[in-house]
């Protein structure tokens, strides 16, 4: 899978990315599973998490999702170009990073991977984008809220974004009204201790509800 429009479409399908950041990753596969379950359709191990590069292949050879086409697979917490090359390499479909790191994006423009830099304000968010950026990530989010979205929006309206840190039910539809392309969801549907009980039926209509929840924001 190399388009990158046709990843974003894929991710945007579903709108939610689950961020998952866990201290043993032994559990994707039924994770990733009850999480694709739920309408999901974009996944964001990270790389701060034990076996990250690890679990890529695992999770693309036993799930058919992803080579399906119905699903894509991605990494997070990405902070140099070594490491988006070790992803890419992995599989991953897509590179995300808590920060802006120029050399980083310009190597996922160089292997045609759709790459997600964080940002914050509107200068680092509009670096990020003409530096080749397919959607930039506002993280921390909950810094300054959906309004600011609409803010940043109304003068740059060109750009993708996607709001990561401190997004749950209670934003993700006013984020999505204010023009987010997707929304990063972390602990508040990644929850562990869900996890730690197996408690995959729980973890599903989560998932459902996160996606149910951005459709109804985007009208559909």
């Not at 690890?54 to 990494?75: C, K, N, S, T, W």
């Not at 790191?101 to 996922?108: I, S």
């Amino acid at each position: 899978m190399t388009d990158i429009q046709t990843i974003l479409t894929i991710l945007q399908r579903g709108g939610v990315v689950p961020v998952v950041r866990l201290p043993s990753l032994e559990q994707a596969v039924p994770l990733v599973r009850a999480l694709l379950a739920g309408g999901i359709t974009a996944i964001e191990p990270t790389m701060t998490s034990p076996g990250a590069l690890d679990v890529l292949p695992i999770l693309l050879a036993e799930i058919p999702a992803f080579g399906a086409g119905e699903a894509v697979l991605g990494m997070g917490s990405v902070t140099s170009p070594e490491q988006a090359a070790a992803a890419i390499d992995a599989g991953a479909h897509f590179i995300v990073a808590p920060v802006l790191d120029l050399p980083t994006v310009a190597y996922c423009v160089e292997r045609g991977v759709p790459v997600m830099p964080g940002a914050l304000t509107p200068s680092e968010i509009q670096t990020a984008w003409k530096a080749g950026a397919s959607v930039v990530k506002v993280f921390p989010a909950r810094v300054f809220g959906p309004g600011y979205f609409k803010d940043v929006l109304a003068p740059l309206p060109h750009l993708r974004l996607m709001p990561t840190g401190g997004v749950d039910l209670s934003n993700a539809t006013d984020f999505v009204k204010a023009g987010a392309v997707a929304v990063g969801v972390g602990s508040a549907l990644v929850d562990k201790k869900l996890i730690d009980a197996g408690d995959w039926a729980e973890i599903t209509r989560r998932s459902a509800e996160y996606v149910r929840t951005v459709h109804e924001a985007r009208g559909k």
